[in-house]
């Protein structure tokens, strides 16, 4: 079984800041692990996903997250908030093998303060 | 192109009704999955199906619930006595194919509501 802890229900960033939203997972196999993004009336959007290729993954706006084994995490971070990034940003996992459903964190709500 | 859309974006039932969903997936898309996300929580999976056939129900509550999937594209999620803890936003999703590098792209949901 797996499942997917994320740390802070709401964070709070001031336009600029680092932006940091973490994610702890527990999977009983080599895991693959998502952050989506979710803007207000819209569907969920994919930002990266780790696959085991390399655990510095980049994906889109400028985000960024990395794997940590040792420490079961896999935190996404953003070196300078834009108001435009506003939203509801949820963790996933995926087991490496059999069930393809992904399991989600509650979600964490980003919010820029201008 | 276009995205996956799902019918209707809103549907308000009253305790004990019937109840269809519609997805339809990114054309060429063979895998489907239906999440439910409650009120301030994330999504959590239902189902999938691989081309016709639910590959894995194991998400589904109870017999109340049932998707099919009859040919391969558009997926009905049918719930039955419907309660109002079923209240929730019901999201599809498809990818090209199963498999851990597959991207899941997802509709922007029906919003649920049992009265």
């Known amino acids: 079984a797996q499942s997917v802890t994320q740390l802070g229900s709401h964070v709070s960033v001031s336009e600029g800041a680092l932006v940091l939203l973490r994610c702890n997972y527990s999977s009983s196999v080599p895991p693959y692990l998502f952050w989506y993004v979710q803007y207000p009336n819209q569907g969920l959007q994919l930002l990266l996903k780790?696959?085991?290729?390399?655990?510095l993954v980049k994906g889109i706006n400028g985000f960024e997250a990395e794997f940590k084994k040792s420490e079961t995490s896999f935190h996404l971070t953003k070196p300078s908030a834009h108001m435009s990034d506003a939203a509801e940003y949820f963790c996933a996992v995926r087991p490496g093998g059999g069930a393809d459903g992904l399991t989600f964190g509650k979600g964490t709500h980003l919010i820029i303060q201008p | 192109g276009a995205g996956v859309s799902q019918t209707p974006s809103n549907k308000v039932t009253e305790k004990g009704k019937y109840v269809e969903l519609r997805c339809d997936p990114i054309?060429?898309?063979?895998?489907l999955y239906w999440y439910r996300q409650s009120l301030g929580q994330g999504p959590e999976f239902l189902i999938y199906?691989?081309?016709?056939?639910?590959?894995?129900d194991s998400g589904l509550p109870n017999d109340r619930f049932f998707a099919v999937r009859p040919e391969g594209s558009v997926s009905t999620l049918k719930i039955q006595r419907t309660e109002r803890g079923d209240s929730a936003v019901y999201l599809c999703?498809?990818?090209?194919?199963?498999?851990?590098?597959?991207?899941?792209?997802f509709g922007p949901g029906t919003r649920l509501t049992v009265l």
């Open positions: 999703a498809s990818s090209l194919n199963t498999g851990a590098f597959n991207e899941q792209f």
């Open positions: 054309s060429g898309h063979t895998a």
């Open positions: 199906f691989q081309g016709t056939g639910a590959a894995d």
């Open positions: 780790y696959t085991s290729a390399a655990t």
